[in-house]
């Protein structure tokens, strides 16, 4: 019988992590609590991202009025991703751009931040797709993070973790991309 109450003791542990749950085993002393992944890091939609390899005129728009990125063929939203472009003291730019080059992390001493999982877009590393800011010790900008979906960048995208890895990863060179 003890092994039969471990067993489900541990059981009831793995769900409540798992669920974000708090669980507490009365007559033990196992609590359970998880934290659930802030959403920041996780993928703008519940839904997979799509696979570019079907999407042969797939392209990227930028919306600055709604902070939202779409990945589109034709007139199609294959995905939509939550955003923060550039401030109105130092904006995105607007017009057509082309997808160049990319790289895991950068740092800049001058406004304190820098990001993962970074695409230029313009000028070759100016202008970048990348994720929610971190600081010269790489640990993200939680304050910073909480700005997805507002104006918050100095002329770049920012967003979330998994948003900017899956763009690091899969949209290739030369990818158009349409700021309005």
């Not at 079907?54 to 955003?83: D, E």
């Not at 979330?160 to 060179?173: E, F, K, Q, T």
Request: aromatic share 10%.
């Amino acid at each position: 019988m003890k092994t039969v109450n471990r067993y489900l003791t541990s059981l009831l542990v793995i769900l409540g992590i798992a669920t974000g749950l708090t669980i507490t085993i009365p007559g033990t002393s196992v609590t359970a609590k998880a934290t659930a992944t802030p959403a920041w890091k996780l993928p703008s939609q519940k839904k997979a991202y799509p696979n570019l390899k079907r999407y042969k005129h797939a392209y990227i728009k930028v919306s600055i009025a709604k902070q939202h990125v779409y990945i589109m063929t034709g007139k199609k939203v294959l995905y939509t991703m939550t955003a923060s472009t550039g401030t109105k003291s130092s904006p995105t730019p607007k017009g057509t751009f082309h997808i160049q080059n990319r790289g895991t992390h950068f740092y800049n001493s001058a406004s304190g931040e820098g990001a993962n999982y970074w695409t230029s877009f313009k000028d070759w590393g100016t202008y970048l797709f990348h994720s929610v800011p971190v600081n010269a010790k790489g640990k993200y900008i939680v304050s910073e993070a909480h700005k997805l979906g507002k104006r918050a960048s100095h002329g770049c995208v920012r967003l979330s973790v998994a948003d900017a890895h899956w763009i690091y990863s899969h949209v290739p060179s030369g990818m158009t991309v349409k700021i309005h």
